[in-house]
């Protein structure tokens, strides 16, 4: 099954973020293989492109996946393996579906580096010309399309001081470093809303101390998911507040991105919900709590965009993670068809485009 090699191929390349260039070098091999035109960029992404002019249509995937690797296994029609629903099994499934794409217009796909650590390739990408439609591939399922995602805060706190007895009055910097992110329940419960989507929520993610070193140095890395209507700057003052005792914390910012919500009418959304519908499903909007690298280009392009992959989210990141071959070829279908709609529906009529 040449769909099912495709997949296997590109799970078998390990690429944890930072480690990409492996993978990379496979999804080129395939999208020449298919005929598309395919080659890497300054950031390391690697682009298949097939057809020609406008309008663009952007499938905006990601390569890297989390650090720890799976074995890869093909059991009882499921290959298992890290990337294999998020997010590998979304850009084998553009791959698929654009093979033979004939216009009108461009069809690109882009398997994006660095993804699940700060979006270096996506940012990159952004600097570039906007297309004209966007397709983010993340794991939603063959019949869900995801038309929100909230938004992002993450950084490190650092306490240092000199270091004292441990019997001494003065609070530790560890002790610092704690009582500042004790904050964050009070800071998220300002900003609470009549859902977890539309709530802010808070999380720390690291903490590391050195009470033995001089100075003392404690440091606090935390998460904060943002609703659509908070933005990045309204929390990032509040957060510098939390820390106005003495001594004060240096901030670090590590990862910042807005939230990003499109209506039910937005072109991707409405050319993928009817594709659905042809292959019988009923579809689902998602409105998500993690975020993507459409936070990272929408607001950049200002434009709109939707996400759309095969495969369960709830099993990203984990020991999990599996795709069943049947809903890659599915999902494969599926944005064939939005694809084609898409193109057709953006190509301004031949009148109108004479000079």
Known sequence: MRDLELLKRLVARYSPSGREASAVREFVRFARARGYRGRTDAAGNGIAEIGRGRPTILFLGHIDTVAGPRPVVLRR???????????????????????????????????????????????????GA???????????????????????????????????????????????????????????SRHAGESPFRSLTAKVVDLRCGAEEDPEVAAVTVELRLPPGLSTSTVLRELRAE????????????????????????????????????????????????????NVVAPVWGIGGVAYGPGDARL??????????????????????????????LTPPRSAAAP
């Open 77 to 127: 029609g499921r290959l298992h393996g890290r990337g294999a629903v998020d997010a590998k099994g979304p850009l084998a499934a553009a791959l698929i579906a654009g093979t033979g794409f004939t216009g009108p217009g461009t069809f690109r796909i882009v398997a994006s580096v660095e993804e699940e650590v700060d979006s270096r390739g996506a940012r990159h990408l952004a600097r």
């Open 243 to 294: 820390g106005s005792g003495a001594p004060r914390p240096r901030l670090r910012l590590l990862a910042r991105a807005e939230a990003v919500e499109v209506p039910r009418n937005e072109p991707a959304a409405v050319a993928l919900c009817s594709a659905i519908r042809s292959e019988g499903g009923v579809p689902t909007l998602w409105r998500r709590g993690g975020s993507s690298d459409l």
């Open 130 to 188: 906007a297309p004209d439609a966007l397709i983010v591939g993340e794991p939603s399922g063959w019949d869900g399309v995801t038309v929100a995602y909230k938004g992002i805060v993450r950084l490190e706190a650092t306490f240092r001081q000199p270091r004292a007895h441990g019997s001494a009055p003065e609070p530790t910097a560890a002790d610092r470093a704690v009582r500042w992110a004790s904050g964050l329940p009070s800071l998220a």
């Open 316 to 345: 990203d990141h984990t020991d999990r993670e599996s795709l069943a071959i049947d809903e890659l070829q599915r999902a494969a279908r599926i944005l064939r068809r939005a694809v084609e709609g898409l193109a057709g529906r």
